[in-house]
């Protein structure tokens, strides 16, 4: 049975107009989204497509994700591919699996970037959702990203890209990384690596340095990545639009991690590098 057939058959009404064929689709989608993630996948199928008389109800769990690619095909064939996104228990990678999205959210300090991951991250089931920071990042703990307004979230402290693939669990659907400007300069292979597992990878990390240098290992993540938005804060000086993160401390023994002690954010205009001269 084609899945056209099996979404009227479902919601036990013909297609009458756009509006209610488009409804039809996205609820076929993510029941079949549903059905990659339970142990029995076909009986799953079956009593979700057959037994309940309007799908609804069920959770449109990836909004962020068009995966209509899906609904061309038979309602065995869906369920088949679903379960091929699953990573290879040797950690290689399937070709003829569906790659992963990456999403980056960048931009200066206090703009939001933190907070819009979570949003994402809200959207999804947790189990199927891991979270992944720079270990060099202690400033709200060993196993937690926070935004400045105080949200926080289960991390996985690491201290190399390398350490994140190991650690991926067979039913990831979703990995988050937070302040990627940490890492070494691995880890745009490594989120690459990932997104071929069929696994979306989101990013959140400045886009430059406290001196207004584009972080090179950004722009490499940047340059590969299927959706890019770079953020504003508001500046702390004129409240125009501030795209600069301000150094307000000294700078000792090259520590450069801090919080709102130690910046602020700032237009191009309020805008100064620091006095020290800037990391090789």
């Known amino acids: 049975m ?21 409804e039809a689709l996205c609820s076929f989608v993510s029941c079949l989204w549903a059905c990659a993630h339970s142990s029995d996948r076909a009986c799953r199928l079956r009593t979700l497509l057959h037994d309940r008389p309007n799908l609804s109800h069920i959770l449109r769990a990836r909004p962020y994700r068009n995966p209509l690619f899906i609904c061309s095909v038979s309602a065995h064939n869906a369920t088949m591919q679903m379960e091929r996104r699953q990573p290879r228990t040797d950690g290689s990678v399937d070709v003829a699996q569906p790659r992963g999205a990456v999403f980056v959210m960048t931009g200066c300090m206090f703009s939001g970037k933190t907070t819009r991951l979570l949003d994402r991250l809200a959207e999804l089931p947790p189990h ?27 991390a996985t402290a690491i201290r190399s890209s390398a350490d994140l693939a190991p650690l991926l669990h067979s039913g990831t659907m979703a990995v988050a990384i937070d302040e990627a400007h940490f890492f070494d300069d691995g880890l745009p292979e490594m989120i690459d690596l990932v997104a071929w597992r069929g696994v979306d990878v989101l990013v959140t990390a400045l886009d430059r340095d406290s001196w207004g240098r584009p972080f090179p290992l950004m ?62």
């Open 128 to 154: 199927v959702v891991q979270v992944f920071k720079h270990a060099i990042d202690r400033r709200c703990g060993g196993a937690t990203i926070a935004t400045h307004s105080g949200r926080t979230h289960q």
């Open 2 to 22: 084609r899945a056209s057939a099996v979404i009227y058959q479902s919601i036990g009404r013909e297609p009458c107009d756009r509006s209610g064929i488009e």
């Open 219 to 280: 722009q490499r993540i940047m340059a590969g990545a299927d959706s890019a938005v770079v953020l504003k804060a508001v500046c702390s000086t004129c409240t125009n639009e501030a795209v600069r993160t301000q150094r307000v401390t000294p700078i000792v023994d090259g520590q450069m991690i801090g919080g709102a002690d130690h910046y602020e954010p700032r237009c191009v205009a309020c805008w100064t590098a620091p006095p020290e001269d800037p990391p090789a």
